[in-house]
């Protein structure tokens, strides 16, 4: 089946600091790939997303690219900040009969401090 | 990009009951869907809300338990039927569009404590 797996967290950095998290995938065919982001209390927001094989997403200063030999899609930043404080979710769209349905990752908690 | 309300955004509930969350979009969407995120985990879809049919549920979850509701194209309804503290959860309505591209959003989600 699919599967998204995300690098352990929690990951606490400081400001400014240069910012990897990794994700890689399980699936058949060609999903999309997406990341959102879970602020502390509130809902899942779309941070980025990539539909295909070597798409770059990007927003906000972060930014993902769609590796299908590797089948990765490491979200990064060149510059945290302390707002930047979140749960991050890696997830794919198999698509097909499973088309608008998200496997998720476990989620890797951000703090970053000032 | 669609805006998905849901109501209660926060709830407590006593044990045995039940409570039914309400999801609204902006705008005509194809699908819907509702998962749960348990405290400190990640997301898991509990089922697809059909327009006009029956939900179809994924392994682990059953009608009795989450019946769903979707009577049109920008609404549904998730009921939790006979809570028990387990079901303290997130539970979140998604939505795919179909005019910007392979994209679905969220609610801000229903936070329920069971006590």
């Known amino acids: 089946g699919n599967s998204v797996t995300q690098m352990e967290g929690p990951v606490t950095l400081s400001e400014e600091a240069f910012l990897t998290i990794n994700c890689t995938y399980t699936?058949?065919?060609?999903?999309?790939l997406f990341w959102y982001v879970q602020y502390p209390g509130e809902g899942l927001q779309l941070l980025l997303k990539?539909?295909?094989?070597?798409d770059k997403g990007s927003n906000k200063g972060f930014e993902a690219t769609y590796r299908k030999e590797t089948t990765s899609f490491h979200l990064e930043k060149g510059s945290v900040q302390v707002s930047d404080s979140a749960v991050y979710f890696c997830a794919l769209d198999a698509g097909g009969t499973s088309y608008g349905k998200l496997t998720f990752g476990q989620g890797t908690i951000l703090t970053v401090h000032p | 990009s669609a805006v998905i309300s849901q109501k209660p955004s926060r709830d407590i509930c006593q044990r045995g009951t039940s409570l039914t969350i309400q999801c609204q979009v902006d705008s005509q969407v194809t699908m819907m869907f509702w998962y749960r995120q348990q405290p400190g985990q990640s997301l898991t879809l509990i089922a697809t809300a059909n327009q006009g049919s029956e939900a179809t549920y994924e392994s682990g979850f059953v009608i009795d338990k989450f019946p769903i509701s979707r009577p049109n194209l920008t609404f549904s309804t998730l009921t939790v039927s006979n809570m028990s503290p387990e079901d303290s959860s997130i539970y979140l309505c998604?939505?795919?569009?179909?005019?910007?591209?392979?994209?679905?959003?969220f609610g801000e989600g229903s936070w329920l404590t069971v006590v």
């Open positions: 699936a058949t065919g060609y999903p999309s």
């Open positions: 990539a539909t295909k094989a070597d």
């Open positions: 998604s939505a795919r569009t179909g005019t910007s591209g392979n994209t679905i959003y």
